[in-house]
């Protein structure tokens, strides 16, 4: 079976720019999760979607937003990017109900210039 | 919000010998405790996770303990070898349908010495 895919893998922008990253989860898994990972931060949670909802929320910025497609592939988007938002974003996938195990994707690397 | 807590921030141990990993968690209400490995340049692993009806959980070296009450679980890592260096995380969830949301320590840099 697959593992999760992430696209791009590496992305170089310039500050007040907007990205939109993609993440295609496990078949068969309806939940996806985006954490953002720096040195200083560690792994923090954005979001989570189950069935194109988002069910919950870190706390990050509004700049910050997703949404999932009906074939629960995943989109994240950060607006008016800040030198601050250069980071790896990892995405995770789980099937979801009683099954709680998240399978993470090898990420995008963001540089923000 | 939920604060996970994890230490050492590094550990050193010679090949063969046990290591293991503390985390504290702040939410009563946290349920599910996973823990995921990750080597340089990869994708963290998920190696094991417990649940909070269960206090121990093995699967051949690895081991995870859980202390509700004192909220508080450990990784117990037996017969190191140097494949095991890595940065291990903790984490901690509601379950039910805030599972996705994962709090995470701030690692643990593993070394494993030959």
């Known amino acids: 079976k697959a593992g999760v895919t992430q696209t791009p893998r590496y992305l170089i922008k310039t500050r007040g720019q907007q990205v939109t990253l993609s993440c295609s989860p496990i078949?068969?898994?309806?939940?996806v999760s985006w954490y953002q990972q720096t040195p200083g931060q560690g792994l923090q949670f954005l979001f989570e979607?189950?069935?194109?909802?988002?069910?919950n929320k870190g706390n990050f910025p509004g700049r910050f937003s997703g949404r999932q497609f009906s074939n629960s592939r995943s989109e994240m988007n950060v607006s008016t990017l800040e030198l601050g938002d250069s980071a790896l974003y990892l995405c995770?996938?789980?099937?979801?109900?009683?099954?709680?195990?998240?399978?993470f994707g090898p990420g995008t690397r963001l540089t923000v210039t | 919000g939920e604060n996970v807590e994890q230490h050492p921030s590094t550990l050193s141990v010679q090949e063969g010998d046990s290591a293991v990993i503390k985390c504290t968690y702040s939410d009563s209400a946290s349920n599910y405790f996973p823990w995921y490995k990750q080597e340089l340049g990869k994708r963290p692993q998920l190696i094991i996770d417990i649940r909070s009806n269960v206090g121990e959980k093995k699967d051949q070296r690895i081991a995870v303990t859980l202390n509700k009450t004192a909220k508080h679980f450990s990784l117990h890592i037996t017969e190191t070898q140097p494949e095991d260096s890595a940065v291990y995380f903790c984490a901690a969830s509601r379950g039910g349908t805030s599972y996705g949301k994962l709090t995470f320590g701030q690692g643990t840099i593993l070394t494993v010495h030959p």
């Open positions: 078949s068969g898994h309806r939940s």
């Open positions: 995770a996938s789980s099937r979801g109900g009683k099954d709680y195990e998240q399978y």
């Open positions: 979607y189950f069935s194109e909802t988002q069910r």
